[in-house]
């Protein structure tokens, strides 16, 4: 009688690829995402799971549409090397957690002027409170969103702002902020009933630079509406843009996310809600990228559910 075939490898000590390439494969449904999320080309993931379907001697998944499923030859492999590739790729962080102890080591946040200032400081306060040992640095982003210092592995995670997220991240928003009109307490606009962007078109407006989202969405909108407007200062900074707002320079559309009760004294603020979008703030993470116990317990402090493993593989912008 002849022996059983036992499917070997023929690359044994490089047998961590093909399985990451086939968990990513199934988890994200498609060879194309697989391949972003490992930094690899498409084909070079492909050529992976062929491997395995040779050395297993089974298919390992089927198509349903756009999307590809695992068959139940590979439901099975999943399950199995699912929990060996995620603890291969945590033993860095797994292991300095042993040697330092849980609630030690350190986190880097990226995050724009404005998230820093307005949002992050209750929840930073929380976690130095319950989390006294952990190193907690917050870096600014140099782009608008902090994505080049994730994709850097400068970064554990972002919290910010995004409107376009890219297929190798994941954005979670979490809070909403509504668009406002801010003028001097004693301007026209404070008081005028109901308020539209014919009555906003003849006021000169203090707007962030161009580059940054909020002056691009006031264009948009503007141009959408068909109704002039003029910039008449591009200027850096909420703090910045409220302060000559009280000055009397000009007027501004800001999220109420910068806005305080100390600015209540000097300024007014409207909803502008009917033209523009809110902006949401949340999370943002590399797709497949291990999450240290320090992380987790920040992100639980934002939002308490986003630590389901899929939620990192299921895929925003600016400052301002």
């Given at each position: 009688?002849?022996?059983?075939?036992?499917?070997?490898?023929?690359?044994?000590?490089?047998?961590?690829?093909?399985?990451?390439?086939?968990?990513?494969?199934?988890?994200?449904?498609?060879?194309?995402?697989?391949?972003?999320?490992?930094?690899?080309?498409?084909?070079?993931?492909?050529?992976?799971?062929?491997?395995?379907?040779?050395?297993?001697?089974?298919?390992?998944?089927?198509?349903?549409?756009?999307?590809?499923?695992?068959?139940?030859?590979?439901?099975?492999?999943?399950?199995?090397?699912?929990?060996?590739?995620?603890?291969?790729?945590?033993?860095?962080?797994?292991?300095?957690?042993?040697?330092?102890?849980?609630?030690?080591?350190?986190?880097?946040?990226a995050a724009n002027s404005s998230t820093i200032l307005y949002?992050?400081?209750?929840?930073?306060?929380?976690?130095?409170r319950h989390h006294p040992d952990v190193r907690l640095t917050?870096?600014?982003?140099?782009?608008?969103?902090?994505?080049?210092?994730?994709?850097?592995?400068?970064?554990?995670?972002?919290?910010?702002?995004?409107?376009?997220?890219?297929?190798?991240?994941?954005?979670?928003?979490?809070?909403?902020?509504?668009?406002?009109?801010?003028?001097?307490?004693?301007?026209?606009?404070?008081?005028?009933?109901?308020?539209?962007?014919?009555?906003?078109?003849?006021?000169?407006?203090?707007?962030?630079?161009?580059?940054?989202?909020?002056?691009?969405?006031?264009?948009?909108?503007?141009?959408?509406?068909?109704?002039?407007?003029?910039?008449?200062?591009?200027?850096?900074?909420?703090?910045?843009?409220?302060?000559?707002?009280?000055?009397?320079?000009?007027?501004?559309?800001?999220?109420?996310?910068?806005?305080?009760?100390?600015?209540?004294?000097?300024?007014?603020?409207?909803?502008?809600?009917?033209?523009?979008?809110?902006?949401?703030?949340?999370?943002?993470?590399?797709?497949?990228?291990?999450?240290?116990?320090?992380?987790?317990?920040?992100?639980?402090?934002?939002?308490?559910?986003?630590?389901?493993?899929?939620?990192?593989?299921?895929?925003?912008?600016?400052?301002?």
């Amino acid at each position: 009688m002849t022996d059983p075939v036992t499917p070997r490898f023929p690359y044994k000590s490089d047998r961590l690829k093909p399985l990451r390439a086939f968990c990513q494969t199934v988890r994200l449904g498609s060879v194309s995402r697989a391949a972003e999320a490992l930094y690899v080309s498409q084909p070079a993931i492909s050529l992976q799971l062929q491997a395995l379907e040779r050395e297993l001697g089974t298919p390992l998944f089927e198509r349903s549409g756009r999307r590809l499923l695992p068959t139940r030859e590979g439901e099975v492999l999943y399950e199995l090397a699912q929990p060996l590739v995620e603890g291969l790729d945590a033993l860095p962080v797994a292991f300095r957690d042993k040697v330092s102890g849980l609630d030690a080591g350190e986190l880097n946040i990226a995050a724009n002027s404005s998230t820093i200032l307005y949002l992050l400081p209750p929840i930073v306060d929380a976690f130095r409170r319950h989390h006294p040992d952990v190193r907690l640095t917050l870096h600014p982003a140099i782009s608008a969103d902090g994505t080049d210092l994730l994709r850097a592995d400068t970064v554990d995670l972002a919290v910010g702002s995004m409107l376009d997220v890219p297929g190798d991240l994941s954005y979670e928003p979490v809070y909403q902020f509504e668009p406002m009109l801010i003028t001097p307490r004693d301007h026209p606009l404070a008081v005028k009933k109901k308020l539209t962007l014919q009555d906003i078109s003849p006021h000169g407006l203090i707007l962030p630079p161009r580059r940054q989202v909020t002056y691009r969405l006031v264009d948009l909108v503007f141009q959408q509406a068909r109704v002039p407007y003029t910039v008449v200062l591009e200027v850096g900074g909420w703090e910045v843009i409220k302060q000559y707002v009280a000055m009397g320079m000009g007027v501004s559309i800001v999220s109420s996310i910068c806005l305080t009760e100390a600015d209540q004294d000097k300024l007014a603020a409207r909803s502008l809600a009917e033209y523009f979008p809110s902006r949401s703030y949340g999370v943002v993470v590399r797709r497949g990228k291990f999450l240290s116990p320090q992380a987790r317990a920040f992100i639980g402090l934002i939002r308490p559910d986003l630590f389901h493993p899929r939620d990192h593989d299921e895929g925003g912008d600016s400052e301002r």
